[in-house]
């Protein structure tokens, strides 16, 4: 089973609005990713957690909050979330024992709009 | 370093035709390279990967990839294009260990438009 899930594949929130995206692995990967992709674009890596442990965080504003409760899910908490981060929200694992040999399986992605 | 750059942003072909995508790379290592699809409002799916064993790669759907270390290239072929092909393709690079995590490269994308 090669299944990354994500939930859910819509949200439409407004700017003073909290919600949560939810990403699940049961291939026993240890190393897990979130990407932002906006339309046209390749996506572009914003936090990486390897063993639960927050490994990169490229710079993104603290209105996204990563968490990783264990190795099969990886949440990013959304708080007042401008317009411009509207885009589809990758979420991807890998084995994370391989290095950069390793593979990264994608989720189907969730689509934000925020108004 | 790592950088990978895709030469066509959109590439037409008739259906039946063959289908070839360019990418080439830059490391400072021996890379990983892959190439992913994604159809529209879909995540990414591997089609295929080169790890430093065979140079030719054979992938899902038919696609193939040839590593050529010499002229720096990974382009993606496939003797006969089918309608399904029509999507956006990624060529990617990883060439450093981070310990425990990956970090690739992304080329900016070619999109496949088939004709019937």
């Known amino acids: 089973d090669t299944e990354v899930t994500q939930t859910p594949k819509h949200l439409v929130m407004g700017m003073t609005n909290k919600k949560s995206l939810k990403c699940e692995q049961h291939?026993?990967?240890?190393?897990m990713y979130w990407y932002k992709q906006k339309a046209k674009k390749p996506p572009e890596l914003m936090f990486v957690?390897?063993?639960?442990?927050?490994?990169i965080n490229e710079s993104v504003p603290s209105r996204f909050s990563p968490e990783c409760p264990n190795s099969s899910l990886l949440n990013l908490h959304l708080h007042a979330l401008q317009p411009e981060d509207s885009a589809l929200y990758l979420c991807?694992?890998?084995?994370?024992?391989?290095?950069?040999?390793?593979?990264?399986?994608f989720g189907p992605g969730t689509r934000l709009t925020v108004l | 370093a790592q950088s990978v750059t895709q030469l066509d942003s959109h590439v037409s072909v008739s259906e039946g035709t063959p289908v070839l995508l360019r990418c080439n790379y830059s490391?400072?290592?021996?890379?990983?390279l892959f190439w992913y699809v994604q159809h529209p409002n879909k995540g990414l799916q591997l089609l295929l990967k080169?790890?430093?064993?065979?140079?030719l790669v054979k992938g899902i759907n038919g696609f193939e990839a040839e590593f050529k270390k010499s002229e720096t290239s990974f382009h993606l072929t496939k003797p006969s294009a089918h309608m399904s092909d029509a999507a956006e393709y990624f060529c990617v690079v990883s060439d450093s260990n981070s310990g425990g995590y990956q970090k690739v490269t992304f080329g900016i994308g070619t999109k496949l438009q088939v004709i019937p």
């Open positions: 490391s400072s290592y021996s890379p990983s």
């Open positions: 080169y790890t430093s064993a065979a140079t």
């Open positions: 291939m026993g990967h240890r190393a």
């Open positions: 991807a694992s890998s084995l994370g024992l391989a290095g950069f040999t390793d593979t990264q399986y």
């Open positions: 957690y390897s063993y639960e442990k927050l490994s």
